[in-house]
């Protein structure tokens, strides 16, 4: 894809959209990170409807901490992988009270040396809580950016490196939350929408169904 088409399917996304968000529901960037790592393998909306009762009656890494693994599986026992993603939460919300003082940080390496917390997740919480350009490529994104010919790559960190060098420092903030919607309601894995799609004319794909 062009330079001049990448502007252009970026100015469509943003026309249709212009404050993108997650559509995880948090209240604070502590539980946007616990979010994040329960989504992976997961829905946003069945993370949702478990988070809702636990950030109600737990919202803070002090309380998850002291409530435990077997108290958190309680919460999340609807989301898959929760005996491992319990593990991991209740040891990061232990970690950050220890060296950060309960707080997240804005660093990656810190970010990433938390249990449960890879490149994806870390890049989340940056984006969307610290507002950093970043880009975090998920199955979705990961499809757009091949299937569109935006950046094609064999695997996310090529896909990530691709778009941080296409996408306009303009569109840059949003982009992750643009592709991931446009993955999610248009641009699906099983039957795309490209009758409905507003960038057609710009993707390379080669079966598109119209």
Known sequence: MTPKKVHEFFSRLAAANPEPKSELEYATPYQLLVAVVLSAQATDKGVNRATRALFRDHPTPHAIAAQGEEGLAEYINTIGLYPTKAKNVVA????????????????????EALPGVGRKT???????????PTIAVDTHIFRVGNRTGLAAGK????????????????????A????????????KARSPDCVHCSVYDLCAWKEKNV
């Not at 009270?97 to 660093?107: I, K, Q």
């Not at 870390?122 to 950093?132: Q, T």
């Open 92 to 111: 990061l919300s232990r970690l950050l009270l220890e060296r950060h003082g309960g707080e997240v940080p804005h660093d990656r390496a810190a970010l």
């Open 176 to 187: 992750h939350h643009w592709l991931i919607l446009h993955g999610r309601y248009t641009c």
């Open 122 to 132: 870390a890049n989340v919480v940056l984006n969307i809580a610290f507002r950093e």
């Open 155 to 174: 695997t996310v960190v090529d896909v990530e490196q691709k778009l941080l060098k296409v996408v306009p420092d303009e569109f840059r903030l949003h």
